[in-house]
């Protein structure tokens, strides 16, 4: 299945990052079967086209399937009425092999809407990278909405670079731009 990637529901200052997102108790983790319901909730209240369901499941081994997990203080309830749990937000990234120089890809990333502006976001970008690079991946990939400004913004203060523009990339018609990144560069930076 190939679903077209996310970017990040909102990019956040990384001056800012450890004191806020720290003091919030956050656990970037692995995300687990159990998180699926509140990884697809954000989904469903970030993007106007979700992915579905399944596609998540599918991914629940991937190497930077990453959530960040709020702890027992974060249980706001949503508009449908039920508890939004402890996931604060999640990333989803795989590493497809390539001749020795095997490419990471990040496919998803998502902040609730009640915790943005905390550094989530760009924390989970970060722990995905090294999750990445420690399953092999060398370059780094993603796609993003050519109207996310934000999110591009994030990227690019992370390292990632423009490399191609695609035409009609998501459902409705908008371009992405793929950003790429070396790894090494990024690391050592």
Do not use: C
Not at 64 to 92: C, H, N, W
Request: glycine letters at 12%; aromatic letters at 6%; proline letters at 5%.
């Amino acid at each position: 299945m190939t679903t077209p990637s996310r970017a990040v529901s909102g990019g956040e200052d990384a001056d800012e990052e450890s004191v806020r997102d720290g003091d919030r108790g956050v656990e970037v983790r692995p995300a687990t079967r159990a998180d699926l319901l509140a990884v697809y909730r954000i989904e469903k209240s970030v993007f106007a086209q979700p992915w579905p369901f399944a596609a998540f499941e599918k991914l629940l081994d991937a190497p930077a399937f990453l959530v960040a997990d709020g702890g027992e203080a974060e249980l706001s309830v949503g508009a449908d009425g039920v508890a939004a749990g402890d996931v604060l937000g999640y990333v989803v990234g795989d590493v497809t092999p390539n001749h020795g120089r095997d490419i990471g890809h990040v496919k998803d990333i998502a902040v609730r809407p009640d915790a943005q502006g905390d550094g989530l976001g760009r924390r989970l970008l970060r722990e995905s990278l090294r999750e990445l690079a420690v399953a092999g991946a060398t370059v780094v990939k993603l796609e993003v909405r050519e109207s996310n400004h934000r999110a591009q913004t994030l990227y690019a203060d992370e390292g990632f670079e423009p490399a191609r523009r695609i035409p009609r990339y998501y459902a409705d018609g908008e371009p992405a731009f793929v950003m790429a990144l070396d790894l090494g560069s990024w690391a050592g930076g």
